[in-house]
């Protein structure tokens, strides 16, 4: 596994072999890991995450014409924009970086071009938020740049502003904050009601956080995922309550009559329980029970906010076979993607090959595993 400097250094060198020039600034950003307090940054709950040891770095320099040439290492593929930005694309990771300049010049003029090499290791499409790491990498090389000083939190709330109006995901912020706030060996604690936070120690020994790729992808803009939020906001308007340690038994009986709304709440409800349990374990290297909240969380996930599928089922279930296994569940938005896994350290390579081989004869898919 190659390190930060590493990346950044890869970076430069595609920069210089690409453009013939030296890059005049470049950044590293990590990926995250959701350890729990799935789906409560859009309904103002908390999560513990962390940033992990992979990363998407953006080393940019001035042109002296109006062109804005990017490109992306690890697709091998380029686009050409003008100063103009009036062209709206089509290609995924084109809209990320459009997404980007513009938002950036609706504050900040741009007034002559760039050149934008972006390379990482964090897998696409995988649950690790390359996305989130992208957008902040973008953002900040071009505030570095021009030497704008931007808070962290501004900073965030720019890149959340990329996926709602040029991707058209209405997510939280759980994965731009999560990235910029990284830590090393620290969890960070957000409050997504104010936007405050904490860092965690990791006091937990003797394991590992591993991440399964079901290689089952999704698109968060055409899935349930945009359904999801908009019952959550249905359910707090009914109940008349915008603060989830406000809700009471009673208010729950407001939604009896939306059995689905109902389901969605014993969600978010529980799941906001789980973090103050989770931090509990972290800090007291409560392993067992840490892992026990996590399968907790998926069948959470499973059962009431109904975003799993029948992969990542299967990798719970027969994650449960595995003595070296403590617990995990799914990551991310959900209907793919992902699983979390806390695994004993010395077993871990017995555990991946119980899974891997278990999935290949079901599924016929061959699994990607991140040791993050």
Not at 21 to 39: D, K, M, Q
Not at 90 to 98: A, G, M
Not at 219 to 235: D, F, P, Q, T
Request: a negative charge; one cysteine or more; charged letters at 25%.
């Amino acid at each position: 596994m190659i390190n930060k400097e590493q990346v950044i250094s890869k970076t430069i060198k595609s920069f210089i072999e690409y453009f013939d020039s030296e890059p005049e600034f470049t950044c590293a950003y990590p990926g995250r890991v959701n350890l729990i307090g799935e789906h409560l940054d859009y309904n103002k709950g908390m999560s513990i995450s962390c940033g992990i040891n992979r990363w998407i770095a953006v080393s940019v320099s001035n042109r002296k014409d109006n062109k804005i040439i990017v490109r992306s290492e690890n697709l091998k593929s380029e686009i050409i924009f003008n100063l103009e930005l009036k062209d709206k694309p089509i290609e995924l990771w084109h809209k990320y970086v459009f997404g980007s300049l513009n938002i950036f010049a609706s504050h900040y003029q741009l007034k002559k071009g760039l050149n934008i090499i972006i390379n990482g290791n964090v897998p696409i499409g995988s649950g690790l938020s390359s996305s989130a790491a992208l957008e902040v990498a973008l953002l900040s090389s071009y505030f570095n740049l021009f030497n704008i000083e931007i808070d962290k939190l501004e900073l965030a709330k720019l890149c959340q502003k990329i996926e709602h109006e040029y991707l058209l995901i209405d997510s939280g912020l759980l994965d731009q904050f999560s990235s910029i706030y990284a830590k090393s060996n620290y969890y960070t604690l957000i409050n997504f009601e104010d936007l405050s936070y904490s860092y965690i120690e990791n006091n937990i020994k003797g394991t590992s956080l591993l991440v399964i790729n079901s290689m089952v992808k999704r698109e968060l803009a055409n899935s349930k995922y945009i359904e999801r939020v908009e019952e959550c906001r249905k359910g707090f308007k009914i109940i008349n309550q915008n603060k989830l340690d406000k809700i009471s038994e009673s208010d729950l009986r407001n939604i009896e009559s939306h059995p689905v709304l109902k389901k969605r709440f014993l969600h978010i409800l529980n799941e906001y329980r789980r973090v103050y349990q989770m931090k509990d374990c972290i800090i007291n290297n409560n392993v067992i029970d840490a892992g026990k909240i996590l399968i907790e969380s998926h069948n959470s996930l499973k059962q009431d906010y109904e975003v799993s599928c029948n992969e990542i089922n299967f990798l719970i279930d027969v994650s449960m076979e595995s003595q070296a296994w403590y617990g995990g569940r799914i990551m991310g938005g959900g209907f793919g993607g992902s699983t979390v896994n806390l695994v004993n350290t010395k077993s871990i390579e017995e555990y991946i090959d119980l899974v891997d081989r278990s999935y290949k004869n079901e599924f016929d898919i061959d699994l990607e595993f991140y040791l993050v």
